[in-house]
């Protein structure tokens, strides 16, 4: 770390690697954007949207990711459980904040100033966003993974963070892995108490957080206080390449076509990866004449139509 730096995210970028798990420090803890009251006005304005993703504290590390707002749900409102989320049993996210254009420019300070960094060795930021996290007392987080790559950091309280290696086949099979891609379903991904020490756990306190690589496992558990946490997320060249692979496995496999994992086969991997990137040009020159929505990966920002 430089303790001269004034960046807002800190790390020895001489030993980042995109595919590695990594602690970093960041200086948004005092951020004016992140206090509570201001969260409580994005949370009205972001319901208005459907941009709120809420659960009771009901759920587990083994609850499913995708299905916990329906098997727990939380029914207040998000203006009143933010603004009492010390009681309010609640685990609350707010959604592609950079569709709101005051979050978009903190979206924007933080990952333009990574950016060049990053881009030293992972080339192509795009389909950029923000997500904020506000939980209560011991609310957990499910198992799961996410298709970008993740600078999540602590900014109010204290979490415990799990993260598995995006190779690790114990964690999340290559038949997880391929579905998610394909599908966005999460469930082949199974949760089991002794994939704990298995991972790489940080004890996140303000001004810290971590460098989680596209489709890392994670799972998070709430200390004993509330808690506000926000990811940075964005996609590259090299992860669109990898989720567009996996996704054609899983189809093939469809047809009775096994093929081996995702990197195995650079060959393999580089012509199918050629030749699916002509079918998703036919098929999107299609929606488009046929009038139906396009949402490129490529975009500068993440849709907030798809989450
Ligand atoms: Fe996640």
Not at 104 to 126: K, W
Not at 136 to 159: A, M, Y
């Amino acid at each position: 770390m430089d303790g001269e730096s004034r960046a807002l995210i800190d790390l020895d970028w001489d030993r980042f690697h995109p595919w590695r798990i990594q602690p970093v420090r960041h200086r948004l803890a005092a951020h004016p954007l992140l206090q509570p009251a201001q969260l409580v006005e994005l949370g009205k304005r972001l319901e208005r949207l459907g941009r709120v993703r809420t659960h009771s504290d009901d759920a587990t590390p083994g609850t499913s990711f995708n299905a916990a707002p329906r098997l727990h749900p939380h029914r207040k409102s998000a203006a009143e459980t933010l603004a009492d989320i010390h009681a309010a049993r609640a685990w609350m996210s707010l959604l592609n904040v950079q569709a709101d254009p005051v979050y978009r420019a903190l979206v924007d300070a933080v990952l333009d100033d990574i950016r060049p960094s990053v881009e030293r060795s992972d080339p192509g930021m795009c389909y950029r966003g923000g997500w904020i996290f506000v939980t209560s007392p011991r609310t957990v987080t499910p198992f799961h993974f996410d298709k970008e790559h993740n600078f999540i950091l602590q900014v109010q309280g204290r979490k415990t963070l799990y993260v598995w290696d995006h190779r690790d086949t114990e964690a999340a099979s290559e038949r997880a892995r391929d579905r998610f891609h394909a599908t966005h379903e999460r469930d082949l991904l199974v949760w089991r108490e002794e994939l704990r020490e298995r991972a790489q756990v940080f004890h996140l306190e303000p001004g810290q957080g971590a460098y989680m690589p596209s489709t890392s496992p994670h799972m998070v558990e709430n200390g004993d206080g509330p808690s506000i946490t926000m990811s940075f997320t964005y996609y590259t060249h090299a992860t669109r390449r990898d989720s567009a692979l996996h996704s054609l496995h899983e189809r093939l496999r469809g047809l009775g076509i096994a093929l081996a994992p995702v990197g195995h086969r650079p060959a393999v991997d580089a012509m199918l990866h050629h030749v699916g990137g002509s079918v998703r040009a036919v098929r999107h020159v299609l929606r488009k004449l046929a009038g139906r929505p396009v949402f490129p990966t490529s975009a500068p920002y993440a849709f907030t139509e798809t989450y």
